[in-house]
């Protein structure tokens, strides 16, 4: 086998071969089907080798063809200034993503904050000189800088989970159009800045307003002023909720550039899309929005169950709104070696607009589950801290599965079905861990 076949890069089990889980081909792309195949057919004493184990405890829990997440990072180190740690998807546009293990926090520093780009973003972000304009359908449009937003306005901080709507597409099979992000397009950041709300109010929606459409000041990749890289929105009934912020401050400081500064939108629970950063305007339709990655299949998802690589026809997506029910093991690091044979395990769990109300933790291919120990969310839109202790009885390759349920019962599938744009990936995180 040459080198390039030694290295997998994909996320999760594959199915192919159980007729019962037939369309559920989301886990498991690996470099080449040589190297697939090989990895379905090859046996205990061999998966061991390739795991540079002696044995596998849990073997006999192993759910058919899973490719282990000790064999599944494929990552490039990435620099810019005021990041660390990111691993770089693509650099035009720039997007990164932050290894889990980088987001070990309640609060994710800004240096640790993933990188989603759709077009160039601007050179000029002068917080000073910045103008936000409220239009459309208003009684009294408004243009206002950033001071006159903080002068106007309540200024509130709290801290919200903003992700990316394709986080965890790397996992799909057959392998679905876009960044292939893992498991890192997405954060938790403390956002200062005013309540959009309060700013809509202020500009007087008028009756028959159905969507809002949101402008920004990055530019599209082909260079003509005439094309916008992105232009999202929201229903006015999202957009009127209190939770959403027009943030100028991240972590206490001006937001980074990449992350949208001076002025970005947060809007918890949907799709970061929706968060349009280097916000210039915000424009009231009576209309659902047509801009930039609204229309076609971005951002949406089929209405109805779609056999894996099936054509979808455009008529049938829906636009995505709520984020599902997610959780990021974040200690330890995928692929640690460990000695002692008790060890805390941490992560994150958030589900769009609702509260988490249970984490478990699994070490033996989800055949037992551990309560963890969960904390409370801060505010709306914040993830939710879990610890559990676990203890593996002796040495050898595991994986550590976390799962979340939501206040609605909803918990996190093992894998989901597959869908054309590869959105909403929530199944199960896996970490893999060596007990010596």
């Given at each position: 086998?040459?080198?390039?076949?030694?290295?997998?890069?994909?996320?999760?089990?594959?199915?192919?071969?159980?007729?019962?889980?037939?369309?559920?081909?989301?886990?498991?792309?690996?470099?080449?089907?040589?190297?697939?195949?090989?990895?379905?057919?090859?046996?205990?004493?061999?998966?061991?080798?390739?795991?540079?184990?002696?044995?596998?405890?849990?073997?006999?829990?192993?759910?058919?063809?899973?490719?282990?997440?000790?064999?599944?990072?494929?990552?490039?180190?990435?620099?810019?200034?005021?990041?660390?740690?990111?691993?770089?998807?693509?650099?035009?546009?720039?997007?990164?993503?932050?290894?889990?293990?980088?987001?070990?926090?309640?609060?994710?520093?800004?240096?640790?904050?993933?990188?989603?780009?759709?077009?160039?973003?601007?050179?000029?972000?002068?917080?000073?000189?910045?103008?936000?304009?409220?239009?459309?359908?208003?009684?009294?449009?408004?243009?206002?800088?950033?001071?006159?937003?903080?002068?106007?306005?309540?200024?509130?901080?709290?801290?919200?989970?903003?992700?990316?709507?394709?986080?965890?597409?790397?996992?799909?099979?057959?392998?679905a159009s876009g960044n292939q992000w893992t498991y890192g397009a997405v954060a938790c950041a403390e956002w200062t800045g005013v309540r959009l709300?309060?700013?809509?109010?202020?500009?007087?929606?008028?009756?028959?307003?159905?969507?809002?459409?949101?402008?920004?000041?990055?530019?599209?990749?082909?260079?003509?002023?005439?094309?916008?890289?992105?232009?999202?929105?929201?229903?006015?009934?999202?957009?009127?909720?209190?939770?959403?912020?027009?943030?100028?401050?991240?972590?206490?400081?001006?937001?980074?550039?990449?992350?949208?500064?001076?002025?970005?939108?947060?809007?918890?629970?949907?799709?970061?899309?929706?968060?349009?950063?280097?916000?210039?305007?915000?424009?009231?339709?009576?209309?659902?929005?047509?801009?930039?990655?609204?229309?076609?299949?971005?951002?949406?998802?089929?209405?109805?169950?779609?056999?894996?690589?099936?054509?979808?026809?455009?008529?049938?997506?829906?636009?995505?709104?709520?984020?599902?029910?997610?959780?990021?093991?974040?200690?330890?690091?995928?692929?640690?070696?460990?000695?002692?044979?008790?060890?805390?395990?941490?992560?994150?769990?958030?589900?769009?607009?609702?509260?988490?109300?249970?984490?478990?933790?699994?070490?033996?291919?989800?055949?037992?589950?551990?309560?963890?120990?969960?904390?409370?969310?801060?505010?709306?839109?914040?993830?939710?801290?879990?610890?559990?202790?676990?203890?593996?009885?002796?040495?050898?390759?595991?994986?550590?599965?976390?799962?979340?349920?939501?206040?609605?019962?909803?918990?996190?599938?093992?894998?989901?079905?597959?869908?054309?744009?590869?959105?909403?990936?929530?199944?199960?995180?896996?970490?893999?861990?060596?007990?010596?």
């Amino acid at each position: 086998m040459n080198d390039k076949n030694k290295k997998t890069v994909g996320l999760h089990a594959l199915y192919e071969d159980d007729p019962a889980t037939a369309d559920l081909k989301v886990f498991g792309r690996v470099a080449n089907q040589d190297r697939r195949g090989f990895l379905r057919g090859a046996g205990l004493t061999s998966m061991a080798a390739l795991l540079g184990v002696s044995f596998i405890p849990y073997h006999r829990n192993m759910p058919q063809g899973l490719i282990p997440a000790a064999m599944a990072d494929d990552t490039t180190p990435f620099s810019i200034e005021g990041k660390e740690g990111l691993t770089i998807l693509n650099d035009r546009p720039v997007n990164a993503e932050t290894p889990a293990h980088l987001l070990d926090d309640a609060i994710t520093p800004t240096n640790r904050h993933f990188i989603r780009n759709n077009g160039v973003p601007p050179v000029d972000v002068d917080a000073d000189s910045w103008q936000l304009t409220i239009d459309g359908l208003v009684d009294k449009p408004l243009t206002l800088s950033i001071k006159d937003l903080q002068d106007m306005f309540e200024v509130v901080t709290r801290p919200v989970v903003v992700e990316c709507g394709g986080n965890g597409r790397a996992a799909f099979n057959p392998p679905a159009s876009g960044n292939q992000w893992t498991y890192g397009a997405v954060a938790c950041a403390e956002w200062t800045g005013v309540r959009l709300a309060d700013v809509l109010k202020a500009a007087g929606v008028k009756p028959g307003a159905v969507y809002t459409a949101h402008h920004s000041a990055d530019k599209h990749l082909s260079g003509k002023e005439d094309k916008e890289a992105i232009s999202r929105g929201v229903p006015i009934e999202k957009a009127m909720d209190p939770n959403n912020l027009i943030a100028f401050a991240m972590n206490g400081k001006p937001i980074h550039p990449m992350n949208g500064a001076p002025l970005r939108l947060i809007v918890p629970g949907w799709p970061g899309s929706c968060s349009q950063k280097w916000l210039q305007r915000i424009n009231i339709r009576d209309q659902v929005h047509d801009g930039a990655k609204m229309t076609g299949t971005a951002y949406r998802v089929p209405k109805h169950p779609v056999a894996a690589g099936e054509k979808v026809d455009k008529k049938d997506f829906v636009i995505i709104e709520r984020m599902p029910v997610k959780s990021l093991i974040t200690y330890p690091a995928t692929g640690s070696i460990i000695s002692d044979r008790s060890m805390e395990v941490r992560g994150n769990a958030w589900s769009g607009e609702r509260k988490i109300t249970q984490v478990d933790i699994s070490i033996d291919f989800g055949a037992t589950w551990i309560k963890a120990e969960l904390g409370e969310q801060p505010n709306f839109g914040a993830w939710q801290r879990f610890k559990a202790q676990v203890s593996f009885p002796e040495s050898g390759y595991y994986e550590v599965w976390a799962r979340a349920t939501d206040e609605m019962g909803v918990s996190q599938p093992f894998g989901i079905a597959w869908n054309p744009k590869g959105y909403l990936n929530n199944s199960m995180h896996r970490v893999a861990v060596t007990v010596s």
